[in-house]
């Protein structure tokens, strides 16, 4: 059983910076891809990024693509968003989650999921 928990999250203006952080607890995390996922208000949730189980593979919503970094430390059982460039879209709860080996752009293919973390960002 693997526990997720985000932070990092706060209010920053357009234009801004953050970077989100994930750790994991329990399970043997590198064998894990780590996805982040974000929902607004009235929205679905939806893809925001993923990074394979070994690091060699990451994916991005065409959103955030040259904006947003996915990178993980296994050492420390954690894996970072950096968010740069923010726009007022990007407000919303972000959450991670976790899932075997494999990376995934839907949120039913993960097995675990933190609680999530605010982000909002001011025009």
């Known amino acids: 059983q693997v526990q997720m928990a985000e932070s990092g999250g706060g209010l920053v203006q357009a234009g801004g910076s953050l970077r989100l952080s994930c750790e994991a607890f329990?399970?043997?995390?590198?064998?894990?891809?780590v996805g982040w996922f974000r929902q607004a208000p009235g929205k679905e949730r939806e893809f925001v990024a993923t990074i394979r189980w070994s690091g060699t593979i990451t994916d991005y919503a065409d959103s955030v693509k040259g904006r947003f970094t996915i990178s993980r430390d296994d050492d420390k059982n954690m894996v970072y968003l950096q968010m740069n460039s923010l726009k007022p879209e990007d407000t919303a709860v972000y959450y991670c989650?976790?899932?075997?080996?494999?990376?995934?752009?839907?949120?039913?293919?993960?097995?675990?999921w933190g609680l999530g973390t605010q982000v909002t960002v001011s025009a």
């Open positions: 329990g399970g043997t995390f590198k064998n894990y891809a």
């Open positions: 989650a976790a899932r075997p080996y494999a990376t995934a752009t839907q949120a039913g293919a993960y097995d675990y």
